[in-house]
C-alpha cells in the first residue's frame, strides 16, 4: 500500500498538469495559475523534509500521505477551475471537505505530539474543540482571502484567479470545514502522527506559529475587508 502513494502522487501531478494545458489552450488564467499553485504545493512538504535533512541533520519522518493528499486536494481544486465549481453544485463543498480534512488531520496530529512534548493532561473535548476551532479559523482566513482576491480583480479589471460567491456561499463552506475536521477526529486519523513526533519540539513550534499567523492574518484582512466596505 505504502509503495502505491507515490504513484497515486505521481498521478495526481499528471492530472494537475494536463489541467493546466487544458486551461492554457482556452487561455484560462484563473485555472493556469490554481494549477501552477497546486503543483508547487505538493513539492512543499518535500522540500522541507529535504532541507531539515541535509542541513540540520534532522529528518522530520514525511509520511507519504502527506503528498498525496495535498496532490489529491490540489487537483480536485484545479479540475474545479476548468468549470466544476459552476456546473457542479456539490464540486466546493467536497473540495473543502478534503481540504479542511488535511488541515484537521495535521493539526491533530501537532496536537497530540505538543500533549506528549508537554506532557499535559487534556480531556478529548479539549482536543476536538481546539482541532475544530483551528480548522475553521484557517476556513475564514481563506475566505477573506477569496474575497479580496475577487475584489482586486474587479479593481484591476482582470480575472480573479480565486472565485468569491457571497455571504451564504461563505458559511455553507465553513460548515463543510466543520464537517472536514471531524470526519478526522470522528474516525481518529492518526497518519501524521509519526511525523509531528519526529521533531516534537520543532512540532510545537510549528503549530504555535501557523496558529498566531492565522488568526494575525484573519484580524488583518478582516480590517481591510472593513475598511474596504466602509469606502
Known amino acids: 500500500m505504502t509503495a502505491l502513494q507515490p504513484l497515486g502522487t505521481l498521478a495526481c501531478l499528471g492530472g494537475i498538469a494536463a489541467v493546466f494545458a487544458v486551461a492554457t489552450r482556452r487561455d484560462n488564467v484563473p485555472a493556469m495559475v490554481n494549477a501552477t499553485i497546486s503543483l508547487l504545493l505538493v513539492f512543499v512538504p518535500i522540500l522541507v523534509d529535504l532541507t531539515a535533512t541535509r542541513a540540520y541533520g534532522v529528518s522530520l519522518g514525511l509520511a507519504p500521505e502527506l503528498p498525496l493528499w495535498v496532490a489529491v486536494a490540489g487537483l480536485i481544486h484545479s479540475y474545479g477551475m476548468l468549470g466544476m465549481y459552476d456546473d457542479v453544485w456539490?464540486?466546493?463543498?467536497?473540495?473543502?471537505?478534503?481540504?479542511?480534512?488535511?488541515?484537521?488531520?495535521?493539526?491533530?496530529?501537532?496536537?497530540?505530539?505538543?500533549?506528549?512534548?508537554?506532557?499535559?493532561?487534556?480531556?478529548?473535548?479539549?482536543?476536538?474543540?481546539?482541532?475544530?476551532?483551528?480548522?475553521?479559523?484557517?476556513?475564514?482566513?481563506?475566505?477573506?482571502?477569496?474575497?479580496?482576491?475577487?475584489?482586486?480583480?474587479?479593481?484591476?479589471?482582470?480575472?480573479?484567479?480565486?472565485?468569491?460567491?457571497?455571504?451564504?456561499?461563505?458559511?455553507?463552506?465553513?460548515?463543510?470545514?466543520?464537517?472536514?475536521?471531524?470526519?478526522?477526529?470522528?474516525?481518529d486519523v492518526r497518519v501524521f502522527v509519526p511525523m509531528a513526533t519526529a521533531s516534537p519540539t520543532g512540532t510545537v513550534t510549528a503549530l504555535a506559529w501557523v496558529l498566531g499567523l492565522l488568526t494575525v492574518g484573519s484580524l488583518v484582512l478582516s480590517l481591510v475587508v472593513v475598511v474596504q466596505y466602509a469606502e
Open 90 to 187: 456539490w464540486w466546493d463543498h467536497l473540495t473543502h471537505t478534503l481540504s479542511a480534512a488535511l488541515i484537521a488531520a495535521l493539526l491533530y496530529a501537532a496536537i497530540l505530539a505538543t500533549i506528549d512534548t508537554t506532557a499535559i493532561s487534556v480531556g478529548r473535548d479539549v482536543v476536538w474543540t481546539v482541532v475544530v476551532s483551528a480548522t475553521l479559523l484557517a476556513g475564514v482566513f481563506w475566505e477573506l482571502v477569496e474575497l479580496l482576491a475577487r475584489d482586486l480583480a474587479r479593481q484591476f479589471r482582470v480575472p480573479s484567479v480565486l472565485d468569491h460567491y457571497g455571504r451564504r456561499d461563505t458559511v455553507i463552506d465553513l460548515g463543510f470545514d466543520v464537517v472536514g475536521a471531524l470526519l478526522v477526529l470522528v474516525v
